[in-house]
């Protein structure tokens, strides 16, 4: 016998598949539930929580456990807001003192700006004797001063002034080995070049005061020094060629006035002496070298002091004191009708207020020539500079007031005097 099955009606099915997804549904909704409001409460807490604290916490959470990708996100969450937090904390509360050493105050005076300069031409061995390189412990000192004066400046962040520190040092000590390179061989230069000289005048017999050497020796040392520092930076060989040429030139004129006086003037024509004696003049001013011309005269012509500067420095070189002895009337010779040794003195004293007030920087012994020209006495006008007018002369003037005055001249003054006209 055959058995039918009842179908059941499709409104039967749609309930009973409704009552099956509600049956299945209604649970995970409340685990969501729950697990939303178990991470809600974790993100509230976490703050507080120490990271074993939250890692119990989330592991506690009705549904974490099914989702651990999600217990690893917020772990990581929860130790990135403690770093900030920590950070934050750390930010409000800065250093504001080198640790060690919180009583030093002020900067110091050597700072990144002040390192001492080693380029400067006049301070440059002196500052390479002088430097000094700061010790470890130094550097601390130094990095605390900078770093107490001003905390900001350095992030407050203490190890950034002592990096800064370290950086200067090593600025300096290269600075250092860069110029006392520099230092020794300029000095090795000046040592080749100065033995040069001395060789190239023992080879060529040059004949010229000490200090005018002197100054030519100085002159070449000068030029084999760096542009930077105010030379010319030439070779020893440069400057040696340069300056060797100088002082044969000099050395021929010393020559050259060694013959002006003398039994010599007699075998020439008195325009050629007065020639040559200018001539010298002009040679030997250039260089401001007429004081040695004076002496050089004395020593080699023969003829007096007061002579020599008439040459070396004539008093028509200050004009207006040129003129007030133009003006001066000759006096009668010692000897003759209305002339006495006590006229010429009280002429000389009347004249010399007149001529001190004009004389300027000319030569004291020049005056003195002219004025015994006229018949004036010389030794008294150098006396009454002495006494009224010593401490308006400068140091060349007074030196000149200790050279020996002879009112009647040397027998070579009498030569250039009648031969050349030189004494008219």
């Not at 412990?137 to 350095?154: C, H, I, L, S, T």
């Not at 962040?157 to 006392?180: F, L, M, S, T, W």
């Amino acid at each position: 016998m055959t058995q039918y099955i009842k179908q059941a009606s499709i409104s039967g099915r749609i309930g009973s598949g409704i009552g099956k997804g509600l049956a299945e549904q209604i649970p995970k909704e409340i685990d969501r539930e729950r697990l939303a409001s178990g991470l809600k409460q974790f993100a509230e807490n976490a703050k507080e929580m120490s990271p074993i604290q939250q890692g119990a916490y989330l592991a506690g959470i009705p549904g974490a456990a099914q989702n651990p990708q999600l217990l690893q996100t917020m772990g990581e969450l929860a130790k990135y807001e403690a770093k900030a937090k920590g950070f934050g904390k750390q930010q409000a509360s800065p250093i504001t003192r080198y640790p060690g050493f919180e009583n030093e105050g002020s900067a110091s005076k050597q700072s990144e700006s002040q390192i001492p300069s080693t380029t400067k031409p006049e301070t440059q061995a002196n500052v390479l004797a002088g430097l000094k390189f700061l010790t470890e412990p130094e550097k601390d000192v130094e990095a605390a001063k900078r770093f107490n004066a001003n905390p900001q400046r350095w992030g407050n962040n203490p190890e950034d002034a002592r990096q800064a520190v370290d950086r200067d040092e090593a600025i300096k000590q290269q600075n250092y080995q860069q110029q006392k390179d520099l230092l020794e061989t300029q000095n090795l230069t000046q040592k080749t070049t100065t033995e040069g000289l001395r060789n190239h005048s023992n080879n060529l017999s040059v004949k010229v005061p000490a200090n005018v050497y002197s100054k030519l020796e100085d002159k070449a040392i000068e030029l084999t020094k760096p542009i930077s520092e105010g030379g010319k930076g030439y070779t020893s060989q440069q400057a040696l060629k340069e300056i060797g040429k100088e002082l044969d030139e000099i050395s021929r004129e010393y020559s050259d006035v060694k013959s002006l006086g003398g039994i010599g003037v007699l075998g020439r024509r008195a325009d050629k002496t007065l020639s040559a004696f200018s001539k010298a003049q002009k040679e030997f001013e250039k260089r401001d070298d007429t004081r040695n011309l004076a002496d050089y005269l004395v020593s080699t012509a023969n003829i007096s002091y007061p002579l020599s500067y008439s040459v070396a420095e004539p008093v028509h070189k200050t004009p207006e004191l040129n003129r007030e002895l133009k003006t001066l009337a000759s006096l009668p010779h010692l000897g003759t009708a209305g002339s006495s040794r006590e006229k010429m003195i009280e002429e000389t004293l009347k004249a010399s207020p007149k001529i001190g007030k004009v004389m300027k920087d000319a030569s004291p012994l020049a005056i003195a020539y002219e004025l015994a020209k006229k018949n004036y006495d010389p030794s008294t006008f150098i006396d009454w500079l002495e006494k009224n007018q010593y401490d308006k002369l400068t140091g060349r003037q007074i030196e000149q007031l200790g050279k020996p005055v002879n009112e009647i001249g040397s027998l070579n003054d009498w030569w250039l005097q009648g031969w050349s006209g030189i004494g008219e």
